[in-house]
């Protein structure tokens, strides 16, 4: 069963990587493309001059990043695309993964086009680390971080790591693997990602996986990392609803689920799995946190002029579990009571309403809540910046 799930995980990989050169066959040549790799043996992967160091031997595979440093990962001025990008390092502590910031800059664009901290980038939040394989990334045995996602510049790519954690990183390992491009495709798009973090939502306003974002383009999914907050105790935090403001949606989405877990593709709460565009890396009951992801490939989210994405905060429980928390001072907004698959709704905008009167001491009461919350989006548009 382990060994059919891989082969298809890989065959899907194959895949991606030949739509990538036209969706040609591999037995066919492709004049347009020039492969390159860059690391620290071959900065840029510059033609004929990989390997200097040490006489030809192993003598530059890795950085050093002083606190406070950065390094440069790829700076060319030529068109090009990024098929993987690869990456290890000495520290792999959620302090240090946090701390080391991403940045990937197009067509000489002074502002980035990505910055985010460098563990939630490949695919895991809180700066955490699993072993998994999916559409996008992967890290085989939970000590590496590879991205497989295609990124087209046309004039000038730069891509760094920032050291921002006040400590030295002594190893620091990666290849960017790209290929020049002689032909550009004006339909090509530029990869963008956004990373957001609010440490305590506020009850009734949704925490935005990517805030409202012009131009023509394509939303490619989110990983969303959670630390509940302990003030519920051990009620379920994932009530909330992933929504999709499209082309010009102002307070209602086109696009809207119906939970949290849902989103992912599962039910019922929300435990470890890691399938091609769905999967939950952390789960921890005892800590209180999850880290999960979707990715809308087979499901593809076009825009044509703006795009805005965005979680409810809203947990449920025992409706006398609810109530006793409530009474006690925890901060939360009840919205609905179920009881015998009856939706007794219970929100006001302007008034909290106290479940000790207006609910069914034998029910399920959904709530806003106030958790930890950060995410990682990614998508492409029609600019470089």
Known sequence: MLRSCLFIILASLLQCSQSLAQNQPYYQFDSNLTPRWSSPENLNGVKGAGGKANNGAKGHP????????????????????IHRIWITLSD????????????????????????VPLGDFFGVGLGRTAVF?????????????????????????????????????????????????????????????????????????????????????????????INANPAYGKLWWGEGEVKMFLDGDQALPTLVGTGTE????????????ANQYSGCLVSSDSLRQWCFYRYHI????FFTNSCRV??????????????????????????????????????????????????QPDSWTNFYR????????????????
């Open 370 to 385: 106030s958790d930890d919350v950060s995410a990682t989006a990614y998508f492409y548009l029609d600019r470089a910046k």
């Open 92 to 115: 792999r502590s959620p302090e240090m993964l946090r701390s080391l910031k991403l940045e990937m800059f197009w067509d000489n664009e002074s502002t980035p086009a990505v910055s």
């Open 310 to 359: 965005t979680l409810q905060q809203i947990g449920g429980g025992p409706t006398a579990t609810v109530m006793a928390l409530q009474e006690a001072g925890a901060r939360m907004i009840p919205i609905t009571s179920d009881f015998g698959g009856h939706q007794q709704p219970l929100y006001k905008k302007d008034k909290v309403v106290r479940l000790k009167t207006a609910a």
């Open 262 to 273: 849902d989103y992912i593709g599962t039910g019922w709460g929300q435990g470890f799995f």
């Open 133 to 225: 394989e999916n559409a996008l990334f992967a890290s085989p045995e939970g000590r590496s971080f590879n991205c497989f996602i295609p990124m087209p510049f046309k004039r000038a790519a730069r891509i760094v790591v920032t050291n921002r954690s006040g400590r030295p990183l002594s190893h620091f390992f990666f290849d960017v693997d790209y290929s020049l491009v002689k032909t550009w495709d004006n339909s090509n798009l530029y990869f963008h990602a956004y990373w957001h973090r609010d440490t305590a939502t506020q009850p009734g306003t949704d925490f935005e996986l990517l805030p409202a974002v012009k131009g023509k383009g394509r939303f490619l999914g989110v990983n969303v990392g």
């Open 62 to 81: 890795f950085e050093s990043i002083a606190a406070g440093a950065t390094v440069t990962l790829l700076n060319i001025q030529e068109a090009g695309i």
């Open 298 to 301: 087979p499901d593809p989210i």
